[in-house]
């Protein structure tokens, strides 16, 4: 059965302070691997897809890897505003039945200032 | 470019009632799906339209129900509901069944009474 699981569930930061998240997952037959990021209230806002182990993604503060078990979100530096809940999705290769994302329970993150 | 909408933002629903919520997709995507985010889960799918047909459907029973019209917009349906039915609901649209990037709404909160 395909799963995702996230560690930690939660993180409190000092502005500055670097750390990193964990996505670990199971799918049979990968197609891509996905982060998300979601505010209170909000709709997930797409950050990175992921497609084969050794792969890395950056945008600004944020950079994504990728292993055959495993993702992480490093967060270098981050600011107040990158508090948030980071979700992580598998997508498995349906050969193009269905696009569906399969979700991880998220790792919500506090920057303090 | 228009993003994807969903109406309304909040809807608040006694047992056994009824429900309906709509979505837009963004400009020309034809793929719409479905979530439901249950309070400190991740998302999780219910199902998904493409070319107003249903081609995919996750754990959920058959009270919930949806369509697909001609511009691509979207329903869902929630019969008899229930009291843990309460959930974020999320629309997702993506441009066809081979394009893995999902984009999601704001969701319609709904509390069941």
């Known amino acids: 059965e395909d799963q995702v699981t996230q560690s930690p569930e939660a993180l409190r930061l000092q502005e500055g302070e670097s750390s990193s998240l964990n996505c670990s997952y199971t799918?049979?037959?990968?197609?891509?691997l996905f982060w998300y990021r979601q505010d209170p209230g909000k709709g997930p806002e797409f950050l990175f897809t992921?497609?084969?182990a050794g792969e890395e993604k950056e945008k600004e503060r944020l950079k994504a890897t990728l292993t055959k078990k495993e993702s992480f979100l490093h967060i270098t530096a981050p600011k107040p505003e990158d508090s948030a809940t980071y979700l992580c999705a598998v997508q498995r290769n349906y050969g193009g039945a269905t696009n569906k994302l399969i979700f991880g329970t998220g790792t919500l993150l506090a920057v303090q200032p | 470019e228009t993003g994807v909408t969903q109406s309304p933002t909040h809807l608040i629903k006694t047992r056994g009632q009824q429900v309906t919520l709509r979505c837009s997709s963004q400009s020309g995507h034809n793929t719409v799906s479905w979530y439901q985010q249950a309070l400190g889960q991740g998302p999780q799918f219910i199902f998904q339209y493409y070319r107003e047909e249903e081609n995919g459907r996750g754990n959920f029973p058959p009270r919930f129900s949806g369509l697909q019209f001609p511009n691509y917009s979207s329903e869902l349906n929630v019969n008899a509901l229930e009291l843990n039915d309460s959930a974020l609901y999320l629309c997702?649209?993506?441009?066809?069944?081979?394009?893995?990037?999902?984009?999601f709404g704001s969701g319609t909160q709904l509390s069941v009474l």
């Open positions: 799918v049979s037959g990968l197609r891509g």
């Open positions: 997702a649209s993506s441009s066809g069944l081979l394009n893995e990037k999902l984009f």
């Open positions: 992921l497609y084969s």
